[in-house]
T-cell receptor, first 115, second 115 residues
């Protein structure tokens, strides 16, 4: 079945460092891809998305490119801040018989940024 | 505009007791989801509703779990009787538009501890 695999955390970085969180997926058809972020004590919120191959999603300095040839959607940021400390979830959206694009989440990657 | 509202935020109860978690989705959203988050299993979709009708409850762990949505602005997730292994954070999420690419709006979660 469809699935998402993320790099294990925690990822610990110093402020202003470059961030990459790897995400690969397995899916039949052509899923949409997402990154969600969960700040401490909060629910998940959408960070960025891409709906077709070669699309780049971006938000708040984060970017991810939908790579169909490598089935990947790696999250990057050029210069992280302490406020970026959170858990990041990669997800894919796949249509299924219930009539809804069901979201399948990866296990999440915890990012800790130190001053 | 208010987001998804969940209550209680925290619940501590003893094994065997009934637990009821509540959710108010965003007005106008016609899909509602219940997720469970644990360290061991990550985010699991328990059940989702469309226009107040349960569509897929295949993620509900066992008969001790039940969910209802009596109207468009309210849903409950009930556990009876509760067990220590039910301890988790339970999230409610809502969305609209069946052809959307999977963006969900999450509440802040209900943290359940069963002693």
């Amino acid at each position: 079945g469809d699935s998402v695999t993320q790099m294990e955390g925690p990822v610990t970085l110093s402020e202003e460092a470059f961030l990459t969180i790897n995400c690969t997926y397995t899916a039949t058809g052509y899923p949409s891809l997402f990154w969600y972020v969960q700040y401490p004590g909060e629910g998940l919120q959408l960070l960025l998305k891409a709906t077709k191959a070669d699309d780049k999603g971006s938000n708040k300095g984060f970017e991810a490119t939908y790579r169909k040839e490598t089935t990947s959607f790696h999250l990057e940021k050029g210069s992280v801040q302490v406020s970026d400390s959170a858990v990041y979830f990669c997800a894919l959206s796949t249509f299924f018989s219930g009539g809804y694009n069901k979201l399948i989440f990866g296990a999440g990657t915890r990012l800790a940024v130190h001053p | 505009d208010a987001g998804v509202i969940q209550s209680p935020r925290h619940e501590v109860t003893e094994m065997g007791q009934e637990v009821t978690l509540r959710c108010k989705p965003i007005s106008g959203h016609d899909y509602l989801f219940w997720y469970r988050q644990t360290m061991m299993r990550g985010l699991e979709l328990l059940i989702y509703f469309n226009n107040n009708v349960p569509i897929d409850d295949s993620g509900m762990p066992e008969d001790r779990f039940s969910a209802k949505m009596p109207n468009a602005s309210f849903s409950t997730l009930k556990i009876q009787p509760s067990e220590p292994r039910d301890s988790a954070v339970y999230f409610c999420a809502s969305s609209f538009n069946r052809v959307n690419t999977g963006e969900l709006f999450f509440g802040e979660g209900s943290r359940l501890t069963v002693l």
